[in-house]
């Protein structure tokens, strides 16, 4: 089945680094890819479209100098959260989209990043 | 515009009684409607889709789902619950024009009492 992986899976780092999640389709090309926020204890939020070869569309309310996102290949998309700060602190799902023909609307999931800022 | 309702923030039953999360929604255009489960820490693994087909679907682990346009429902069961089962679920809606843009329930944390 489509895989999709996240890395990495936990990190620790310092107010006011800069740390960068990666998304990676490991059977399947996707143009378009995904990132959602989540609190603990609630749904996910999505945060951003992420398409291959242009620009990302965010959601309302979600700083695009905060949260780059990098979609450079047809597999991969990276969201690097810029000067991070103790509120960022989340975890962070990707999903992706077949866009081969085997397309079936579904979306497929990593596993996640958790992300806890000091 | 989309919506999706989980109805209950918490279910509690026994393991072996039968499992009920209920979901609604709100779709302007024919849904494609999902239901996920996630475990502590992990990503979201998809329990069933459904896509207009049978309105009623059969998933994973024992799980169904049925579609009924007239109440905007799309319930999640199980005959009999197992401690596994312990986890958080989320009813998702989506429609295939455009983006393919999942709108996420709140989420139904299910708790098995052995």
């Known amino acids: 089945g489509a895989v999709v992986s996240q890395h990495p899976s936990w990190v620790i780092c310092k107010s006011g680094t800069s740390v960068k999640i990666e998304c990676r389709s490991l059977?399947?090309?996707?143009?378009?890819m995904f990132w959602y926020r989540q609190f603990p204890k609630q749904s996910l939020m999505l945060m951003a479209t992420s398409n291959e070869g242009s620009k990302a569309t965010y959601e309302q309310g979600v700083e695009k100098d905060k949260f780059l996102i990098n979609h450079a290949s047809l597999t991969l998309s990276t969201l690097t959260v810029t000067s991070a700060h103790p509120e960022d602190s989340s975890f962070y799902i990707c999903s992706a989209r077949d866009s081969s023909g085997r397309d079936t609307g579904e979306l497929f999931f990593g596993e996640g990043s958790r992300l806890t800022v000091l | 515009a989309q919506s999706v309702t989980q109805l209950d923030s918490h279910v509690s039953v026994s393991e072996g009684t039968p499992v009920l999360l209920r979901c609604n929604y709100s779709s302007s255009y024919s849904p494609s409607l999902f239901w996920y489960v996630q475990h502590p820490n992990k990503g979201l693994q998809l329990l069933l889709k459904y896509t207009s087909a049978a309105t009623l679907v059969k998933g994973i682990n024992g799980f169904e789902a049925e579609f009924k346009k007239s109440e905007t429902s799309f319930h999640l069961t199980k005959p009999s619950a197992h401690m596994s089962d312990a986890a958080e679920y989320f009813c998702v809606v989506s429609h295939s024009s455009g983006t393919y843009k999942y709108i996420f329930g709140t989420g139904t944390r299910l708790k098995v009492l052995a």
């Open positions: 059977d399947f090309q996707a143009t378009t």
